[in-house]
């Protein structure tokens, strides 16, 4: 396997591209079973997890081309021949979850497996099964399967409460109800910009849905969808991990295609740490605003609150920041996986329970690390680029499926960092 050698090289300055976002890629595609007619998807992130998505669809009858050096994703479901999704993809990344709902309306039926757990919780499936059959789906689990079906005469529209916003069981309630007999309303909805583009997509295909990024989207059920493009919306998961890249390095970098409003609450915390954020034509540009980063306290929540997926990324800036830091993870129940990691390096945090108490030391020192999920991977590549020496960090598949030429992209602002093939 695969491993990243990073060398600490004092500050990085530079330009750092920002590609399509992962989450909304993943929630996009699946949307292609919806309609008989070709979906264009164009600002593709190349990642690990796209290509896993793409086979799961073509497993299920779908055709997915990749053109244009992978920027483009062009997909046609005319015929499913297929309406099981296997284990041995969806254990492999939860979002294949995605096409529950999809199948559901367009096809009546569908079996997906339980994704099993991962290293960041058990991740079940109870409000996405709540949510399709609050639209009349009879859903069983048996042999690990979810065994779904919808009524003869298709889905029916309805009102539903989420008891949590779930981001993917949003998704999938709102891409089943857009084919519903009737009118439905999602309450408590999940507002992420992820879940907006969807919208704006279903919506180029002819689905009738408003309140996107509001707590209540409600969508007037149609007899078809036809075909779209879209352009997928720019990567804030990717964009915050970079804009960490100044922050804890030192130097000057601008991200391109980075836009504020897709961070609002993350720059928040960062004006707070002392870091400048400011929009320029092309994007972000982001340096330390007095040379000192102050340690600040992290709550995460739901969009628009402090992003999780940047929880593991702001605790390696606050284990080389100046004071105590505490960073609340409310959305996962196991998302410090980066911390023992970080101790090698010389960090010092207390985790108890779902709170880490973070004391900023003077230099971290690098040391051979290893990667147990896609955040947790990237915030140690973080912490190698601001410490003494080098670190290794292994088993960096966990970071291909979130981080399109990380190496190239880290090379461009002046960071020693190679990939070297595993031991
Ligand atoms: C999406 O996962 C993202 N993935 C995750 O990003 C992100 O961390 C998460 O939303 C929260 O923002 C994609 O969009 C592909 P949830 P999702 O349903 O939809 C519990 C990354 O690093 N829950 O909002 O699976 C669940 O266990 C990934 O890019 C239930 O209890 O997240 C978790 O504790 C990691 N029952 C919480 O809700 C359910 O039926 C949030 O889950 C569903 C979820």
Do not use: W
Request: hydrophobic fraction near 45%.
């Amino acid at each position: 396997m695969d491993a990243i050698l990073v060398t600490g090289n004092g500050p990085l300055s530079g330009k750092i591209p920002i590609a399509g976002a992962k989450n909304a890629a993943l929630a996009l595609m699946p949307a292609t079973l919806l309609s008989e007619e070709p979906l264009t998807l164009t600002n593709a992130p190349r990642l690990s997890d796209i290509k896993t998505m793409s086979d799961l669809l073509r497993s299920l009858g779908s055709e997915v081309t990749s053109l244009n050096d992978d920027l483009v994703l062009a997909l046609s479901s005319q015929n499913l021949d297929n309406l099981t999704a296997d284990y041995d993809i969806v254990r492999k990344m939860r979002a294949s979850n995605l096409v529950l709902g999809p199948m559901l309306a367009r096809a009546g039926q569908a079996v997906v497996s339980l994704p099993g757990g991962c290293a960041i919780g058990a991740r079940p499936m109870d409000i996405h099964i709540t949510a399709l059959e609050a639209l009349g789906a009879k859903i069983d689990l048996k042999d690990g399967y979810l065994h779904a079906r919808a009524p003869a005469k298709g889905l029916i529209g309805a009102r539903h409460e989420m008891r949590f916003a779930s981001v993917g069981a949003t998704e999938n309630f709102v891409m089943a109800a857009t084919l519903a007999n009737g009118t439905s309303q999602l309450v408590n909805a999940a507002r992420e910009p992820e879940i907006v583009d969807l919208v704006e997509c279903l919506r180029k295909m002819g689905a009738q849905i408003e309140g996107e990024g509001s707590p209540v989207i409600t969508i007037q059920g149609v007899d078809r969808l036809h075909g779209a493009t879209h352009p997928v919306v720019s990567d804030r998961i990717e964009l915050g991990t970079y804009m960490l890249v100044p922050a804890i390095a030192g130097g000057e970098v601008e991200l391109v295609g980075g836009r504020m409003n897709l961070v609002t609450a993350f720059c928040e915390k960062l004006d707070e740490a002392g870091i400048d954020v400011s929009e320029t034509a092309n994007g972000l540009r982001v340096k330390r605003r007095n040379g000192a980063v102050k340690s600040v306290d992290v709550k995460t929540e739901v969009f628009p609150g402090f992003p999780t997926d940047l929880q593991a990324q702001m605790m390696a800036l606050m284990c080389a920041a100046q004071g105590v830091s505490s960073l609340e993870e409310t959305i996962f129940e196991n998302r410090f996986m980066h911390a023992p990691e970080l101790m090698r390096m010389g960090a010092n945090i207390e985790v108890h329970g779902g709170t880490a108490r973070v004391s900023g030391v003077e230099n971290l020192k690098g040391a051979p690390v290893m990667a147990t999920d896609l955040r947790a991977s990237v915030s140690l590549i973080l912490a190698g680029l601001a410490a003494k020496g080098e670190t290794l960090v292994s088993r960096v598949y966990h970071l291909d499926r979130g981080y399109e030429k990380l190496e190239q992209k880290l090379q461009a602002v002046g960071a020693k960092i190679e990939r070297v093939a595993g031991k």
